[in-house]
């Protein structure tokens, strides 16, 4: 599924181009909207964007504002301009966008396709949609530019998110072909998570969630082998109603650490004060004493930010590749309030390192980052190891990193090495 070139084409078009294993989009003109907020009001546009963007200098925006690139509501606007209203006040800012590059595929593999929905096997590193730094580097454009160029003279089909997977995360992901569709699937997904709000089943039920992780340590009683069939993975039910009341049940480990996310940065920790409800189980699968991890299907009962990823490293056993919460240890789970501090030197490069992605492009006009600035970004290499399985009937192949420590894999659940077109 994936190569390594240098340069060349993709399949998803002229506006991308491979480099070193890593996909990237040429620099591209955007215009960001946004209504004024609250902490805006009564403070001028140049108070506001400075304050807002510390990396931009004010000559940026006194040249935004001079070349009408700064604008409010589709009217020209100085920097002395004072907000007064929230909500009435609609800022647009066209800039040239340098967008961070993901891992590079050759496209996107389809699990699944009916007229109601689109399932995809979603590679890691790739955000579901556009958002924050991310525009055309996303699954859903990447997918609709690879379903116009296989449709010919036929519209490729819109599709509808309707549910997420982290960035970093590879796995199923289901999208709808209607909004009707969306808003049933939609639906399921939320009743599942409503109909365990203590973390009980009455019971046993088949899981509608699995995804397969690699953590760090020896987690539970993993044996060094597992049954030569993966079958069975998919076809998992959960413990009846009594056992799951116990922390241990079987193989079963169900975690309850209440969960708490940080406005700031959009990270989720243990605080066992003011936390919601989130559960997850876990069952140790295989151990790999060579490296000195265990290899676990995860069931998540609610859908909190970041929940397998907390919930694994809040006992101890952090996921292999985690960046942002590998550190944790099992110890810093015990205390209210912030408990994992992200490793900023594994994180994508900010904006300020972006580099020019053309050598031959001529710069664009009040670019900071088009100035001729030495090296390449490129995606972090080491992924994180967590991989979405199955999301209800809709079962994806395992990942490279997981297919070593299983002796024999179903049809349906080998990984693919060429995947074919759709």
């Not at 960035?167 to 639906?187: D, L, N, P, Y």
């Not at 009341?245 to 940065?265: F, H, V």
């Not at 991989?387 to 990984?415: I, K, R």
């Amino acid at each position: 599924m994936r190569s390594s070139p240098s340069t060349g084409s993709t399949p998803f078009g002229d506006d991308y181009f491979p480099h070193n294993s890593s996909l990237y989009v040429r620099p591209f003109w955007y215009t960001f909207e946004a209504h004024a907020k609250q902490r805006w009001l009564g403070r001028s546009v140049q108070d506001v964007f400075t304050s807002e963007f510390p990396y931009l200098p004010l000559s940026y925006w006194e040249a935004c504002c001079a070349s009408g690139r700064l604008r409010l509501n589709d009217r020209a606007v100085s920097l002395e301009y004072v907000f007064r209203g929230r909500g009435v006040e609609r800022v647009q800012h066209t800039t040239h966008r340098h967008e961070l590059p993901v891992q590079y595929v050759e496209r996107i593999p389809i699990v699944h396709q009916d007229d109601d929905v689109l399932v995809v096997n979603k590679p890691a590193s790739l955000p579901v949609h556009a958002g924050g730094q991310y525009q055309r580097n996303t699954l859903e454009a990447l997918l609709q530019r690879q379903l116009a160029a296989a449709a010919d003279d036929e519209s490729p089909p819109r599709l509808f998110t309707v549910h997420r997977l982290d960035k970093e995360t590879s796995g199923v992901v289901v999208f709808a072909k209607s909004g009707a569709v969306a808003r049933r699937i939609s639906g399921q997904f939320q009743r599942q998570s409503q109909a365990v709000p203590d973390g009980l089943h009455d019971d046993p039920t088949p899981l509608r969630k699995v995804y397969v992780a690699r953590v760090r340590g020896r987690l539970g009683e993993a044996p060094a082998t597992f049954p030569p069939s993966l079958d069975a993975l998919c076809a998992l039910t959960l413990p009846s109603r009594s056992p799951l009341k116990r922390r241990r049940t079987g193989d079963w480990i169900a975690c309850r650490e209440l969960l708490a996310k940080d406005a700031a940065d959009g990270t989720a920790y243990v605080d066992r004060l003011t936390g919601k409800h989130a559960e997850t189980l876990l069952r140790p699968l295989v151990y790999d004493p060579g490296t000195d991890t265990t290899c676990i299907a995860c069931v998540p009962l609610t859908g909190r930010t970041h929940q397998i990823r907390v919930h694994c490293a809040s006992l101890g056993h952090p996921i292999v590749g985690d960046a942002l919460y590998g550190t944790a240890t099992g110890a810093a789970a015990h205390r209210p309030g912030r408990h994992f501090t992200p490793q900023s030197a594994d994180a994508d490069p900010t904006w300020e390192q972006l580099r020019r992605l053309d050598a031959d492009a001529a710069p664009a006009p009040h670019c900071p980052i088009c100035p001729s600035i030495p090296a390449l970004p490129g995606a972090r290499p080491e992924m994180i190891q967590l991989h979405a399985l199955c999301y209800f009937e809709h079962c994806a192949p395992l990942p490279e990193w997981a297919t070593p420590h299983f002796t024999s894999l179903p049809p349906s659940l080998a990984p693919c090495a060429d995947p074919p077109p759709p």
